[in-house]
């Protein structure tokens, strides 16, 4: 097993970590901040906007079972893009579409998934690739979110089941378990 890390920001991290769990390679999804100017940044810090991190997730994978390539195409196509600094109702630097690359590697790998998931998207995408900075896990409570608290969430539920259904019907083959048939 080769294990690598890939640092990804696509909104809420609670949604972005619950695609990447299910995933057949990913070993761990931590939920954290990076891209920011201040070190240790609090949630709330980084909800307030002015830390300039982004919500984001650090997935672990065993590159022999998942390729980076297969992270990030999964990455576009649960998420929205070409949104600026947002993710539906979630504004602000902090929710910015992002990949942070490990190597020179990812990052070339970054420009060409940009490309490719072009093609599925009418409007221009405005993730950006972004140095990889320091990262500050996020609080204990924000881990395996989803798992936990958030399927009491309103928040959670309107938002996470649609990405989940976008994972299960275009990369059925990567999941680790099966939905149920029905």
């Known amino acids: 097993m ?10 809420c991290f609670w949604c972005t970590e619950a695609v990447f769990n299910d995933v057949i390679g990913v070993t761990a999804v931590e939920s954290g901040y990076t891209g920011g100017h201040i070190a240790n940044p609090t949630y709330r810090q980084v909800c307030d906007g002015d830390t ?35 993710q539906g109702n979630d504004v602000g630097t ?4 992002a990949i942070f690359p490990h190597s020179p590697e990812q990052e070339e790998a970054a420009q060409r998934a940009i490309q490719r998931a072009q093609a599925d998207w009418d409007a ?8 990889l900075g320091q990262w500050y ?7 395996g979110y989803w798992e936990g608290e958030g399927q009491r969430s309103p928040y959670c539920l309107a938002v996470i089941p ?16 099966q939905p149920a048939e029905g």
Do not use: C, M, W
């Open 52 to 86: 300039g991190h982004a919500e984001a997730i650090r997935i672990t994978y065993d590159d022999e079972a998942i390729s980076y390539d297969d992270l990030l195409d999964i990455f576009f196509a649960t998420h929205d893009p070409t949104q600026l600094n947002r």
């Open 137 to 143: 896990p996020a609080e204990d409570y924000h881990q």
């Open 94 to 97: 902090q929710y910015r579409s």
């Open 162 to 177: 649609p990405k989940l259904r976008k994972l299960r019907k275009s990369f059925a083959e990567r999941l680790k378990s």
């Open 2 to 11: 080769a294990t690598q890390q890939a640092t990804l920001a696509g909104g």
């Open 124 to 131: 221009p995408i405005v993730t950006r690739i972004e140095p």
